[in-house]
């Protein structure tokens, strides 16, 4: 029981900005007409100094 309290407290104290800066997520969508139709693109991403972690959907 111990060690998900502890888990738990980490997550909430990590999750509300405490230990640092919270980060703010980033998105880009893109809509065009091309030669064999319309097409979509969305793009969220999150930037931590030199880390970066983005996550895309094409359709």
Do not use: F, R
């Not at 909430?12 to 097409?39: F, I, Q, R, W």
């Amino acid at each position: 029981m111990k060690p998900l309290v502890w888990m738990l407290s980490l997550g909430v104290l990590a999750a509300c900005g405490a230990d640092g800066e919270p980060v703010k997520p980033s998105m880009n969508t893109t809509v065009g007409v091309g030669g064999s139709g319309a097409y979509g693109a969305t793009t969220v991403a999150a930037t931590s100094g030199n880390t970066s972690v983005s996550v895309g959907l094409g359709l």
